[in-house]
C-alpha cells in the first residue's frame, strides 16, 4: 500500500507552530495552577490576555495551515510558501509578547497585521489556483 507524502513545508511550519501552541497552553496552565484559577480569568492580572493570546492563536492557525497544505498538494515546494510559513510564524510569536504588555505596542499590531497578511496571501493564491489563474 503506497501511502502519499504530506507537504514538508506545511509539515515544518505546522511543527513550529505546534510547539509555539504548547508553549502558549503551558502558560496558561501555569498561571492557573500558581493562582488556583480553575475557570474563567479570576483577579488574576495578566491572565485573561494569556488565555485570549492562546485562543486567538487557535482562531487563526489552522485555517493557514489548511490553506498552506491545500496550496502545496497544488504547486508543490515553493520558496512563497515558505516565505508566508514563516511569516505566520513569526507573527504568532510577536503577539503574545504584544498581548502581555499595555496598549498600544509593537509586538501586538505586529502580530495582528501580519497574521492577517500571510492569511489574506494564502486566501489570494488558493483562489488563484481555484480559477487556474496560477499553479
Known sequence: MHIAAAPQITLIIA???GLLNVWLGVRVVRARTTHKVSLGYGEVPGMEARCRAHANFNEYVPMAL???GLIEMNVGMSRWLWGIGALLVVAR????FGMDRPMPNPYRAAGV???????LFLVCWAIAISYGITH
Not at 497585521?113 to 492569511?119: G, H
Open 66 to 68: 489548511i490553506l498552506m
Open 15 to 17: 511543527a513550529a507552530l
Open 93 to 96: 510569536v510577536l503577539h503574545p
Open 113 to 119: 497585521i501580519l497574521t492577517f497578511v500571510s492569511l
